[in-house]
């Protein structure tokens, strides 16, 4: 069984920063993408950053030169550094890897975090 606890979350004022952290646990073989998306009320789940593993960070262009993601593999854990935060950064963010759960399987699962929620107001 795998598992995501996303941890981080919380109340910024407008400018201020914010790192998210999200932890792998459970049995697999190897974990591919790990990324972030966020969602705000009555809108759908959007992408904002994903990092391949060996491979280069992708961002949205709402969070370019802001956010930064990085991962270190030897804690299965993907980080997500929000700098400059605004307003309408403000949503439940979720983690999501894409992971091999055997050697010799071809198709990846993916799994969510459960979500922590990044509130910016003054």
């Known amino acids: 069984q795998v598992q995501l606890v996303e941890s981080g979350g919380g109340l910024v004022q407008p400018g201020g920063s914010l790192k998210l952290s999200c932890t792998v646990s459970?049995?697999?073989?190897?974990?591919?993408?790990m990324g972030w998306y966020r969602r705000t009320p009555g809108k759908p789940r959007d992408f904002i950053a994903v990092?391949?593993?060996?491979?280069?960070?992708h961002y949205a262009d709402s969070v370019k030169g802001r956010f930064s993601i990085s991962r270190d593999d030897s804690k299965n854990t993907v980080y997500l550094q929000m700098n400059n935060l605004k307003s309408e950064d403000t949503a439940v963010y979720y983690c999501?890897?894409?992971?091999?759960?055997?050697?010799?399987?071809?198709?990846?699962?993916?799994?969510w975090g459960q979500g922590t929620q990044v509130t910016v107001s003054s």
């Open positions: 999501n890897v894409r992971l091999l759960e055997a050697a010799g399987i071809d198709y990846e699962d993916t799994y």
């Open positions: 459970g049995s697999f073989f190897r974990i591919n993408d």
């Open positions: 990092i391949p593993s060996g491979g280069s960070a």
